[in-house]
Every structure is written in C-alpha cells, then in structure tokens.
C-alpha cells in the first residue's frame, strides 16, 4: 500500500510541477482560470488525498486534512460563484479542520486529546453559521462556554488529571462574565470575576487541609472582590479603611487559626494601623499641620505595638528578634509625637542612628554561657 501510495503521489507532483513551468512559460494563464475550473480542480484534489488516505491505511488520519480542505475550498467556491454570501462561508473550512481531529479520536481512543482542537473548531463552525444572527456577545459567551466542555470531560474521565479544571473554570467564567457583561452592573461582574478567582484556592484548602497557604489568597481575593460591591455604597476614604481592615482581616485568621503561623501577624497588624490612621485622617480638621506628626506617631505605633506583641510570645515562638524593632518603632512614634510635623526633617538621622546602634550592638562582646556542668558517672 505505502509503495502504491509513494507512486501515485510522485506521478501526482510530477504532473503538478509540469503545469506550474507551463504557467512559468507563458503557455497556461492561471489567472485566467474560472471559478468554475477551480471547483473542480480542488475537488479532484480532495479526491486524490482521499484516495491517499486509504492507500495508506485508515490509522494515517492526517491525509484527510488536505482532502477536506480541498473539498471545503472547492464548495466555497462554487457557494460564491452562485452569489451566495454570509458569515457560513467560513463553515466549510472550520468543519473540514475539525473531522480529521475526530477521526484521530476514532482510530485511536487514548488520543483524547484530539478531542479538544476538535469540539473548539466544532463550536467555531456553529458560531460561524450563526454569527448573522446572533448578538456578539451571546457568541462570545456560547464559545467560551463551549471551549471549556471538552476540559471538563477531561478531569471526568480521569479525576487525576486536575489541571484540566483550571482551563475549565477560567474558560466558563470569562463565558459568564461575556453573557452577562450588556446586562449586570460593572462593579457586580468585578465582584464575579475576583470570587471567581478565590473559589480555586478554597477547592484546594478543602481537599487538602495540611495546605493552608491556599487560605490566604482565597481569603484576600475573595475580599478584594468585595470591594467593587461595596464601592456602589462606600466612597472616599472610608473605603480605603475598609479596604485596609479587609486585607488585615485574613492574616488575623492565619495568626489564630494556627499558632505556628506567628508571621501573619506583622501584615495583619501594618493593615490594621494602616486602616485606623485613615479612619482618624477623616475626623480631623484637613489641612491642619498640626495633626500630620500626630497622625505619624499613631502609624509608627501601630507598627511597634506589632512587633512588641510579637515579642512577647518568644517563650513559644522564634520572635525574640522582634524587639529591636518595636523599640525602634516605638521611639520613632514618640519622636513623631515630640517633634510633630517636623519630624519629617529628622527621620533620616534616626534612622542613620537607629543603623549605627544595630552595628555596635552586633559588636559588642557576647556575654559567654555557662559551662556544662560534667556528668557523673556513677
């Protein structure tokens, strides 16, 4: 069969490249070819190819694509000479690509793969015959949708492949968004979108509870897309407040939830400072200088008082390094209070001093331990 194919495609080129110097020479005029001509010329080619399908076996799927196409091209063809237009035109095509995927599937079942390229091209030949008639973004949602089917199918044949339910989801919620983004308020598909975005995390904690990380990108993104809700209620800087609050929110959990976790009290603690000074600019006088220094001191505290709780619990968590800290931040905040607005022209002395004492304190001789007292050996 290979051989018989071999020769039937090297008269075939031979011909081919016969007519190609004959146009070369002047002695054929493509151009002048009517449409009519090449329906029949591409016909015949995807009888040729087809012809080479089956000479080759039925398992070389790969020769239907020039023969489909060559059909498809040779119906288009003939749609256009008989004056037909539309958006359909492309179906022949689109279709044309996509069987060859399908018979793949169908020579060879563990090929599943094929299966995607092939409902992709499925869904874009049937939004291609609708496209006259259908509003744009019902088409752009229908194929969205559509592309994630296959993905889907995927996971369900084999529960172990889970990357497949990322393209799944990612693609059903971009289709969602597109279907409902003419007729829901832009702040709610914002919301959608981030929500959307948190499930995954919290699929992955729920499955898996020894990952906890999952938690706090669920937990934050899951926040921030609060914030388009409630910025049709909430304005200004009351929503940086609230923003602020949200973010500190989820690191409080971590650091109560689990113990061990002692790290997420220094975000949970600078968010919170954070939201408390915002809230505190709003209820003082604007443009009072006065109020800057004291409003800085408040920050700086927060700060230290961070760092300070953490060093409190050194008995049962490595935090005794966050003294130096607290009490660089403390005297900072005290400075900030002391020198009020001014403080801003001195705040790079203090910290050039803050360095220097670093330095001499990590100079200092070590206070040597106490020696292990021998063991008795009796």
């Given at each position: 069969?290979?051989?018989?194919?071999s020769?039937?495609w090297?008269i075939?080129?031979?011909?081919?490249?016969a007519?190609l110097?004959?146009?070369r020479?002047?002695?054929?005029?493509?151009?002048?070819?009517?449409n009519?001509a090449?329906?029949?010329i591409f016909a015949g080619?995807?009888i040729?190819?087809?012809l080479?399908?089956?000479l080759n076996?039925?398992?070389q799927w790969?020769?239907?694509?020039p023969?489909?196409?060559?059909?498809a091209l040779?119906l288009t063809?003939w749609l256009?000479t008989r004056?037909i237009e539309?958006?359909f035109?492309?179906?022949?095509i689109?279709?044309?690509?996509?069987?060859p995927?399908?018979?793949?599937?169908a020579?060879n079942r563990?090929?599943?793969?094929l299966?995607?390229?092939?409902?992709?091209l499925?869904?874009?030949?049937?939004?291609?015959l609708?496209a006259?008639r259908?509003e744009?973004?019902?088409i752009?949602?229908l194929f969205?949708?559509?592309?994630?089917?296959?993905?889907?199918?995927?996971f369900l044949?084999?529960r172990?492949r889970?990357?497949a339910?990322?393209?799944?989801?990612?693609?059903f919620?971009?289709g969602?968004?597109?279907?409902?983004?003419e007729?829901?308020?832009?702040?709610?598909?914002?919301?959608?979108?981030?929500?959307?975005?948190?499930?995954?995390f919290?699929v992955?904690?729920l499955?898996?509870r020894?990952?906890?990380w999952a938690?706090i990108?669920?937990?934050?993104?899951?926040f921030l897309?609060t914030v388009p809700?409630?910025s049709?209620f909430i304005?200004?800087?009351?929503m940086?407040a609230v923003?602020m609050?949200?973010?500190?929110?989820?690191?409080f959990?971590?650091?109560?939830?689990?113990k061990?976790?002692?790290?997420?009290?220094?975000?949970?603690?600078?968010?919170t400072?954070?939201?408390?000074?915002?809230v505190?600019?709003?209820?003082?006088?604007?443009?009072q200088p006065?109020?800057e220094g004291?409003l800085?001191?408040i920050l700086?505290?927060?700060f230290?008082?961070?760092?300070?709780?953490l060093?409190?619990?050194?008995?049962?968590?490595?935090?005794?390094?966050?003294?130096?800290?607290a009490?660089?931040?403390?005297?900072?905040?005290l400075?900030?209070?002391i020198?009020?607005?001014?403080?801003?022209n001195?705040?790079?002395?203090?910290?050039?001093?803050v360095?220097?004492l670093l330095?001499?304190?990590?100079?200092?001789?070590?206070?040597p331990?106490?020696?292990?007292p021998?063991?008795?050996?009796?």
């Open positions: 069969m290979k051989r018989t194919a020769l039937f090297g075939a080129l031979i011909l081919l490249s007519a110097l004959a146009d020479l002047g002695y054929i005029d493509f151009e002048k070819i009517s009519n090449w329906v029949f080619a995807a040729l190819f087809l080479s399908y089956f076996g039925v398992k790969g020769w239907l694509f023969a489909f196409i060559s059909a040779s063809i256009t004056n539309g958006s035109l492309g179906v022949p689109l279709a044309a690509i996509a069987l995927f399908y018979a793949g599937f020579v563990k090929n599943w793969g299966l995607i390229p092939a409902w992709i499925t869904v874009l030949t049937v939004i291609t609708a006259d259908v744009g973004t019902l752009g949602a969205l949708l559509s592309a994630a089917l296959p993905f889907l199918i995927v044949r084999n172990t889970l990357w339910l990322i393209p799944a989801w990612v693609l919620i971009l969602t968004i597109s279907l409902l983004s007729h829901v308020d832009g702040n709610l598909i914002g919301a959608l979108f981030m929500y959307s975005v948190a499930l995954p919290l992955v904690y499955m898996d020894t990952r906890r938690l990108p669920a937990i934050i993104t899951a897309g809700l409630l049709s304005g200004g800087d009351v940086g923003m609050f949200l973010f500190a929110l989820p690191f959990v971590v650091t109560f939830r689990w061990e976790q002692w790290w997420a009290l220094i975000p949970a603690g600078i968010f400072s954070l939201g408390i000074v915002v505190l600019g709003m209820l003082v006088p604007k443009n006065v109020f004291i800085t001191g700086l505290l927060g230290g008082l961070t760092f300070g709780l060093w409190l619990q050194r008995k049962t968590r490595p935090t005794d390094w966050a003294r130096f800290p009490i660089g931040l403390l005297a900072a905040s400075l900030a209070f020198l009020n607005r001014n403080f801003q001195y705040w790079a002395v203090i910290l050039l001093a360095g220097v330095i001499v304190t990590s100079l200092l001789p070590k206070k331990k106490d020696p292990t021998p063991s008795n050996p009796s």
